[in-house]
């Protein structure tokens, strides 16, 4: 019961860890950070099982990880306001072609890094995005300006 406990404590603390990192160190690690990620994990494993080597503790630690997944899965998918709490939400960057300094700053991106991204998306230039939007897993969605229009009905009739 013990790593039960330990691995519940350690889920809720790098769950919220990983709520203060932000979306977009999320997204984009360096291999620096990988690394560190790995090391964080074993110190998590370290902290939870301490010295119970065995099969079971391990299994204990790794199902109650699935248990809270599983579960903060589910309280998201019923309640949405939960979901916005648990997964955050898309954040708009660019809105016709001008940026948006406030929400850049809420998420530490710098224009460098959005104009990065644009390229990697194959858009030269802020005026021709019609929005952008950090997405809650830490990825920039682009849409063009005239890629928004709506669809014909023409559009949907089979071939």
């Given amino acids: 019961m013990d790593i039960v406990i330990r691995a519940s404590v350690m889920f809720a603390i790098l769950f919220g860890l990983l709520r203060l990192m932000g979306k977009r160190e999320l997204g984009q690690m360096t291999p620096f950070e990988l690394v560190m990620l790995v090391v964080l994990g074993d110190l998590i494993q370290q902290g939870i099982t301490h010295n119970d080597f065995s099969l079971t503790g391990a299994t204990l630690a790794i199902a109650t990880f699935a248990f809270w997944a ?85 559009d949907a009739r089979p071939a």
């Fill in 70 to 154: 599983s579960v903060l899965g589910w309280v998201s998918y019923r309640w949405p306001r939960a979901e916005r709490a648990i997964e955050g939400e898309p954040r708009v960057l660019i809105r016709d072609g001008a940026l948006i300094e406030a929400n850049m700053k809420r998420d530490r991106l710098t224009r460098r890094e959005l104009e990065s991204e644009m390229r990697l998306a194959g858009i030269a230039h802020v005026r021709d995005v019609a929005w952008a939007i950090l997405e809650p897993e830490g990825r920039i969605s682009f849409i063009r300006r005239g890629d928004g229009e709506p669809a014909k009905a023409e």
